[in-house]
């Protein structure tokens, strides 16, 4: 009897996705749930954009954003004198342990350590990122 395994593969590899299983679908679940977690803990001091008042800063276009670097937003001196540019990983690590990643920071942040959690929020952040002035998207 003949190796069915590579025809296999093959069929597997080349047969469409499911719907349910695309990309795009998914990165809107993430996209969704994470505008779900910062409406419910991080919208009580950031907004999304400069339309809506705030206590901290804005966060739309945070990522690629230098560190304390917002107009008009009165930062501490250890957060503006950082060099530290918003990547993902960076925010991550804000998120987890924002007083220990920047010790002498103005905010007070209970952390949110759950990965998922993070990749979720990040996405949203992501979401509501561009860096050629187009509409963010929300």
């Known amino acids: 009897m003949k190796n ?19 990309e795009t679908s998914f990165d809107k679940i993430k996209i969704d749930a994470g505008a ?9 001091c950031h907004a999304t954009d400069a339309d809506h008042e705030s206590y901290g ?26 060099g530290i540019v918003w990547t993902k990983a960076a925010l991550r690590a804000w998120m987890e342990d924002n007083q220990g990643f920047m010790p002498g920071t103005k905010m007070r942040h209970v952390g949110i350590t759950d990965p998922t959690v993070q990749d979720f929020i990040l ?9 050629d002035g187009a509409e963010i998207s929300k």
């Open 123 to 131: 996405a949203y952040l992501e979401s509501i990122t561009t860096r």
């Open 57 to 82: 800063p804005p966060l739309e276009n945070v990522i690629g954003r230098a560190a304390g670097s917002y107009p008009d937003y009165d930062y501490s001196i250890a957060l503006e004198a950082s």
């Open 36 to 44: 779900e977690l910062f409406a419910s803990g991080c919208r009580r």
């Open 4 to 22: 069915l395994f590579p025809a296999i593969c093959l069929i597997a590899l080349t047969a469409p996705m499911p719907s349910f299983a695309s």
